[in-house]
């Protein structure tokens, strides 16, 4: 029955993915926020009045990213198993972004991931979306400018239209979708430092045409790195109409580096969730591991800590090496602790949480 209704979706969708942006799509509001927001800025430590962003301890919905395919899927009710039957609630996985087939999805691993998230009521499906392709090409500065003022010209609206006619034909209309991410880096093509208001623009471009779509009521985290990297991700922040969630990459680095330093830093922990406060949104760590500082147990207590006293929409651990434990048996002190944390985690129960209450 799984691969019927399947097969029946995917030709349905051979109808649905191919017409053209339709002409009541939102994008004229992209014009109206070139300008970098004043709030952009984050205000130096101490500055008053700072929002409240500390929360009572409870638990988050939480997952691994345990490979991108659908063959993965089977990974996550493994991993669960070996946290003592834990409710991962979360899954998430990546479209390719080699070229712009990509970036429409492949409608069986669409679908399987969808039937997953709807297995089960209080399931987050978080998929990571490129803006531009080839997303890990090396592609220089001038040339990802030059893709973002194409992009702005609706050149690419087609594929996040097909994109997301088939989240929504296969049962993903409530996706989590981290658009763009890491775009304070340097390692991605969907990246912002080239040109932050066209980037912005585009982001607001791809939201509109995304929530064009009968049916859908995604999501979209904006979801930076931890820190400064090449640019401060304030500048990158695209308005609070196209954004439900505030979320950030935090891995433990660089060497050396301890979980204190990770919250004070500019534009680390603390910038985050008081951002995230002023504009009532909640805060999520899409992806978040260890890294240079080896087998480091106190980075994963503190962080774990970290999340579950915050409002935090959800959680997915990279479980690969350098970066896990499940997958990965480089970090056995840090596995343990994560394990005793997490083994039996209830999850957080279904339709709660300021995730549901900022979706669209």
Known sequence: MRFGRLTLAAAALLLITTASVPSGTPLSQTERHDAVLSSDAIQPRGAAPRPVVQRAKHEVPFGAFVGSWDNYIPNIARMAT???????????????????????????????????????????????????????????????????????????????LKLARKLVALGGGDTVVTLGWEMNGVT???????????????????????????????QFDFAP?????????????????????????SYDQPAGGTFDEYVSEPYGLQDQVEFAAKRGK??????????????NPEFVRRMVEWMRTHDTAYQTLTDYCPHGFWQCDRNPRSGSVFKQLMSGSPGAAAGTGSAQAAGR
């Open 188 to 218: 991605y093509t969907s990246r912002c430092k080239p040109d932050p208001t066209a980037w912005k623009a585009y982001w607001r471009r791809i939201v509109g045409v995304m929530r064009s779509v009968p049916g859908q009521h995604f």
């Open 82 to 160: 070996w946290l003592g039957n834990a409710n991962m609630q979360v899954g998430h996985t990546y479209l390719a972004g080699n070229g712009w087939q990509d970036i429409e999805g492949e409608n069986v691993v669409l679908g399987l991931w969808s039937q997953w998230r709807q297995g089960d009521p209080s399931r987050k499906l978080v998929l990571g979306v490129p803006m531009l392709v080839p997303n890990e090409g090396n592609v220089p500065d001038a040339e990802v400018a030059r893709l973002l003022a194409r992009g702005n010209k609706g050149e690419f609206d087609q594929h996040f």
């Open 282 to 295: 909640p805060v999520s760590y899409p992806e978040w591991g260890l890294f240079r500082n080896g087998d």
């Open 225 to 249: 790195n931890r820190g400064l990297d090449a640019i401060p991700w304030t500048r990158c922040y695209p308005g609070d109409d196209v954004v439900d969630i505030i979320g950030m990459d």
